[in-house]
Structure formats: structure tokens, C-alpha cells
């Protein structure tokens, strides 16, 4: 059974620090880009950050370039995402992705986990 459980959000007051986890287990963690998405109540969810499988390569969203890192951790299957400098625009639930576009392809999403920034 596939599952990506995602934790760490929670409540922080603005310029604060939070490390979003993504523990996966059910896949072949080492093969799948990794991917941190956010959500807001009536907007596309958008991409954060991704990152390769073996962790060579990153990218991030404009809004959160030299705040937020990306990582991974192929022995433990879990992908991280530090987010320093937060801002009250970051608050949204944030998910985790996972995806191969191999054979057989996959995209597993987790539940979710909610990031509040306010004072």
C-alpha cells in the first residue's frame, strides 16, 4: 500500500523557521522525483520545490527561492522541506508528491499537512 504521510506543519509567527516531513513507504522511493506542492482555498495547488531522485538536482518556486530547501533522504525514504524567513503568503496546506514517469509510471499524493504563518 502506497502512503506518503507527510508532518511538521503547524502555527508559526512570521519571519519564524518549520521542517515539513514526507515519510513514503508502498514505492521505490529512490526512483521518484520528490515534489512539496501548496494549496489555498480557491486556487490551483502550485508547485514549492522538486528535487531528482538521487538529489542532484532542485528546483524551487519563485516565491520561495533562498527560503526554502529541499531534500531527501533515499535510505530513509522521506523527502524534507526547510522553510525559513516564512511569510503570512505561505500559509496553505502543503503536499507532498511523488512521481516516475517510467514504466509503470506513478504520481502518489499525501493528505497533506497545514502551515499557518500569523502573528
Known amino acids: 500500500q502506497v502512503q506518503l504521510v507527510e508532518s511538521g506543519g503547524g502555527l508559526v509567527q512570521p519571519g519564524g523557521s518549520l521542517q515539513l516531513s514526507c515519510a513514503a513507504s508502498?514505492?521505490?522511493?529512490?526512483?521518484?522525483?520528490m515534489s512539496w506542492y501548496r494549496q489555498t482555498p480557491g486556487k490551483e495547488r502550485e508547485l514549492v520545490a522538486a528535487?531528482?531522485?538521487?538529489?542532484?538536482?532542485?528546483n524551487y518556486g519563485d516565491s520561495v527561492k533562498d527560503r526554502f530547501t529541499i531534500s531527501r533522504d533515499n535510505a530513509k525514504s522521506t523527502v524534507y522541506l526547510q522553510m525559513n524567513n516564512l511569510k503570512p503568503e505561505d500559509t496553505a496546506v502543503y503536499f507532498c508528491?511523488?512521481?516516475?514517469?517510467?514504466?509503470?509510471?506513478?504520481?502518489?499524493w499525501g493528505q497533506g499537512t497545514q502551515v499557518t504563518v500569523s502573528s
Open positions: 508502498g514505492f521505490t522511493f529512490s526512483i521518484a522525483r
Open positions: 508528491n511523488a512521481f516516475w514517469q517510467g514504466f509503470p509510471a506513478f504520481n502518489y
Open positions: 528535487i531528482t531522485n538521487g538529489g542532484g538536482s532542485t
